[in-house]
């Protein structure tokens, strides 16, 4: 009993022992684990690995819809439409494989007019390299691994001997070097692919999924593609988006970009760009080693950016458009004013609403195809057009720099009032030839050998006297006309919502009195000298004379809708983000101008185009609607001189101003008539027409996506 009781106990102290029986199980667990693993990567290891080879996961990018762009009315002007990109990726195949695939798929994309996507060097005849200069040949070389020495055909044998393409034509093998000269420049792997064509065809698509299975590394994906179904309609408003660059690829990355994106490069597209965006959604591929893929599941969704809505009116653009367009036309064939003008080449057209700022048409020419930019040019194409001398993507109205001639002469009346030099009954002598400074002549006179007598500030405006103004200018001084400019918001930038508007420059404003002579002066009075001014920087101008003194902020921004919610950003916001974008902080603000005043200058502009012998009376006075303008004519050294109209209407209640520019355009009258159709069609667009705009002709129907 005794022994039994001992050999008890000794059973018992062995349990109570916790940390040996610890010890024990995770030495048993520990036998378990290794036999198993010895199982899964001995025993089994082959079957395993070769499962897991034929098993890749990767991620794949779903490109968000870039937001709409619409007019003030709902009109479709930006949009995104359904399209099908090819795609690389570098599979688990031989070099000969790999080749004789994209043989296969060369041979479908030729065959259906569709094109290589490849930043490979070449012109399109093959015939050698499309760099501007050797330098950049040279360091292109350098980067590739190349010697500089080598010529276009010894870097082409140098390809087909890295790529094994010694079998093919020389035209095929030019087209496998873009391929994989794309693939590697965007570090195309078994989960990073490389995009070499874009918007392909239906056919070709139908035929690469018939045979995808062949065609190792291929995959087609869907994209949004960006689309403006007008065409050239509001380009330089618009812009136009492209693939991000290297560059903006580093400072972006960080931001939800990849190499594969589309990006804004110009207009709304850009500036805008962080609201347009979108955000990208992803699906989980599982594929074997030659690229085949078994399944796809969406993780998540994309998002499309949000609608930017513009203050622009589609029927008033569309106007503004034409009728600079036809104006530059007629003057050039000589069937608008009797005489042809041959080098009237270019020009702008500004429409601005006077008591809000916002603008209602805003028009450059020439313009150019925002969707030949989005479906990719040639490198020949797209130096033709960079390299155009109309400068077709140059924004005239917001970057051109102008004399704005006798249209100044308001804002010089305004300052000798103000100043107390002039009154407005006040009345000059036109001597023809002024007696000061550097004795220069009125108009009138160079042209008739006549003058306009003695006028008062109505008169002279009607007429343009420059020797009224020239005299104006002397009482009141340099320092006066710059501190008018400046409180009409000349010589500095609007801050309206796009790139590269330029500030302007306002004669005298930094000058050495040493070097400034009275001469200097009256050549300002009547807008020459060193004034140079934007035509929104004109409008905004005109519009404060026609509201009655107020220098509004201008803007192309009507609101911002987040897509999923419906809900419009606030203003707040959005100004903020436009003051840091543009670096400008323009503040809407009231002229401390006498009433008056203005309503006599006002006077003037009315006689311009209503009163028998108003430089513009001709072709306004059977107006439905009573205008008020100017006609400006800007001396340039060669070539016609640029003619300026400015004005406003209704008269007794104003609502838009509008600025024309037409460079070489000659006189300041025979450019009022790009204005007269837009005031024309601003009146003549009612309320319900408005209203149905949106659900007109002008939404092209199938393009939303």
Known sequence: ???????????????????????????????????????????????????????????????????????????????????????????????????????????????????????????????????????????????????????????????????????????????????K??????????????????NISEKSHALIEEDIYELYGVNIVSVPIRYYPNGNFASHILGYVGKISNT??????????????????SGVELSFEKYLKGEDGENK????????????????????????????????????????????????????????????????VVVLDVKTGEVLAMASYPDYDINSLVRGLSSEEWNKLNNDPLKPMYNRTISGRYSP???????????????????????????GIYPYGHKPKCWIYSYYGMTHGYVNLTEALKGSCNCYFYEVGRRIGIDEIVKYSKMFGLGEKTGIELDNEAKGSIAGENRKDSEWYLGMTLSAAIGQSDNAYTPIQLANYISTIANGGTLN????????????????????????????????????????????????????????????????????????IEVAGKTGTSQLGNGSNNGIFVGFAPYDDPEIAVVAIIENG??????????????DEYFNISTDEKNNEKQGEYLNKDVKF
Do not use: C
């Not at 569309?318 to 004013?337: C, M, P, Q, W």
């Not at 000659?666 to 005031?679: C, K, L, N, Q, S």
């Open 553 to 624: 902020k201008v803007s192309i921004i009507k609101k911002v809708t987040n897509e999923e919610t419906s809900q419009d950003v606030s203003m707040s916001e959005i100004e903020e983000y436009t003051s840091n974008y543009t670096g400008v902080n323009f503040e809407t603000k009231k002229t401390s101008i006498d009433p008056s005043y203005i309503n006599a200058i006002k006077e003037g502009m009315r006689a311009v185009t209503n009163d028998m012998g108003g430089t513009s009376y001709s072709l306004f006075k059977d107006s439905q």
């Open 285 to 348: 591929v599982e594929t074997d080693l030659q690229g085949n893929t078994s399944t796809k599941t969406t993780t998540k969704k994309a998002v499309a950016g949000n609608t930017l809505t513009l203050t622009i009116d589609y029927r008033l653009q569309k106007a503004a458009e034409e009728s600079l367009k036809n104006t530059i036309s007629g003057l050039n064939d000589g069937t608008l004013v009797g005489k042809t003008v041959a080098d009237a080449d270019a020009g702008a």
């Open 181 to 198: 000269y794309e693939g590697n420049l965007n570090g195309y792997s078994l989960f990073t692919s490389a995009t070499i064509a874009k």
């Open 1 to 179: 009993m005794s022994l039994i009781k001992k050999i008890l106990e000794k059973i018992g102290n062995f349990f109570n022992n916790r940390y040996l029986i610890l010890s024990i199980i995770t030495f048993l667990v520990s036998i378990v684990f290794i036999i198993r693993l010895f199982n899964l990567q001995i025993v089994d290891g082959k079957e395993y690995r070769e499962k897991s080879e034929r098993r890749m996961l990767r991620t794949e990018v779903i490109t968000a819809p870039r937001g709409e762009i619409v007019d003030r009315n709902g009109v479709i002007l930006a949009t995104s439409k359904l399209s099908f990109n090819v795609e690389l990726y570098k599979v688990n195949v031989t070099a000969e494989e790999q080749n004789d695939a994209l043989v296969k798929l060369i041979k479908i994309l030729d065959e259906n007019g569709d094109a290589i996507s490849s930043s490979f060097p070449i012109n399109d005849s093959k015939s050698g390299f499309n760099f501007e200069s050797q330098e950049e040949e040279n360091k292109w070389k350098e980067e590739m691994g190349f010697d500089t020495s080598l010529d276009f055909n010894q870097v082409i044998e140098k390809y087909i001997e890295k790529f094994e393409l010694s079998a093919y034509d020389r035209d095929t093998q030019i087209k496998i070097i873009q391929i």
């Open 248 to 265: 903006e690829y580093k400072e972006k990355k960080d931001e939800g970009y990849n190499v594969n994106s589309i990006v804004g490069k």
């Open 666 to 679: 000659a006189e300041g009258t025979y450019t009022a008539h790009v204005v007269r159709p837009i005031m």
């Open 405 to 431: 001639g006798s249209t100044y002469k308001m804002l010089v009346g305004i300052a000798g009032l103000m100043n107390n030099k002039i009154t407005v009954d006040e009345k000059i002598l036109d001597p």
